[in-house]
């Protein structure tokens, strides 16, 4: 399997532009994870989906970010408009069964880094 | 408050020296993970634990739930183990919260 695909890679944006990040989770996993990972607050869990349903939206941190998963191999983290504030790290991550005790690793991609200018 | 901190922050060592990350939490956990992110970004999931410990190549991870303490292990260290080293942990569901990090280097 090719891992956790993440496009695109590298954005530089104007403030107030729309940004759309994708994520390709492994195939059969359950479980996909957003996260976010900046300098001063390290990595912080935006929203994650079970089965293609999002269980926790808390970490979203307001209403100009939204997430979608239509299907099991597709999920995409939306800002809009989109601030300089939000220039980080967007790390997407998949999971099979990842419920206590159940022991199972989680796959992350390798980040989609966010500017915005 | 669910809460992860890892020790040191910055550790700079000799290439062959034995290193020891740390990371405690503050209450009862369902499971333990621990990451290595290199420069560049991409994070690698090493461990997870709920109990006891385990090894894979030069890294051994151990886990105390008594105490509420893991420990990240790595034997003759070498320059390509230079990474940030970062617990999470499962404070029952299904959201980890993560440690700051352990800035590793390994001069060779």
């Known amino acids: 399997d090719a891992g956790v695909i993440q496009s695109p890679r590298h954005e530089v944006t104007e403030m107030g532009q729309e940004v759309t990040l994708r994520c390709k989770p492994i195939s059969g996993h359950d479980y996909l994870f957003w996260y976010r990972q900046t300098m001063m607050r390290g990595l912080e869990l935006l929203i994650y989906?079970?089965?293609?349903?999002?269980?926790?939206d808390s970490g979203m941190p307001e209403d100009r970010f939204s997430a979608k998963m239509p299907n099991a191999s597709f999920s995409t983290l939306k800002i809009q408009p989109s601030e300089p504030r939000d220039s980080a790290v967007y790390f997407c991550?998949?999971?099979?069964?990842?419920?206590?005790?159940?022991?199972?690793?989680?796959?992350f991609g390798e980040g989609s880094w966010l500017t915005v200018v | 408050k669910n809460e992860v901190e890892q020790s040191p922050q910055n550790l700079t060592a000799q290439e062959g020296e034995f290193i020891t990350i740390n990371c405690s939490y503050s209450v009862g956990i369902s499971a333990l993970h621990w990451l290595q992110q290199h420069p560049g970004g991409g994070i690698v999931s090493l461990f997870m634990?709920?109990?006891g410990k385990k090894k894979h190549g030069r890294l051994i991870a151990t886990i105390n739930i008594q105490e509420k303490h893991s420990s990240l292990h790595i034997t003759a260290s070498h320059p390509r183990d230079s990474a940030v080293y970062i617990c999470?942990?499962?404070?029952?569901?299904?959201?980890?919260?993560f440690g700051t990090g352990t800035r590793l280097t390994i001069i060779p």
């Open positions: 991550a998949s999971s099979s069964s990842f419920r206590r005790g159940s022991g199972n690793t989680i796959y």
């Open positions: 989906f079970n089965n293609n349903v999002p269980i926790d």
């Open positions: 634990l709920s109990s």
């Open positions: 999470a942990v499962l404070f029952g569901n299904e959201k980890l919260t």
